[in-house]
């Protein structure tokens, strides 16, 4: 029997973080709406659950890439709202580098002619 494939991607170890700070990048949010962000933008694969988007969004505060503080949500309701900080732009401009040329060599690897290894 053939296991099934799942159908969302398990996100890779750091890639959360970048995710989080493209997604400041437009302007402050609470956890619901980044993790909502994320969902629509990747055209509902990547699925961010709680238990790893605010432990995400509190290691990010603490290095100084967000900041943090409470407000009133649309609804009502008290959110902590985060936005990206001076910091966290330099932070989101170096990794987005460096996944850009990740993606780029692995296109390479993944594209090149299969050779006999010796």
Request: glycine share 6%; no cysteine.
């Amino acid at each position: 029997m053939q296991k099934k494939q799942p159908s969302r991607l398990e996100l890779l170890q750091g890639t959360l973080d970048i995710l989080i700070l493209r997604t400041l990048s437009a302007g402050r949010a609470h956890g619901h709406a980044i993790a909502k962000h994320i969902r629509q933008s990747s055209e509902e694969v990547f699925q961010v659950e709680t238990g790893s988007l605010y432990p995400a969004l509190h290691r990010l505060e603490a290095k100084g890439w967000v900041s943090a503080s409470w407000d009133l949500s649309d609804k009502g309701k008290r959110a902590r709202y985060y936005q990206l900080t001076s910091l966290g732009r330099k932070q989101l401009a170096l990794e987005q580098s460096r996944w850009e040329k990740f993606s780029r060599v692995m296109g390479l690897v993944l594209k090149a002619a299969p050779k006999e290894v010796q």
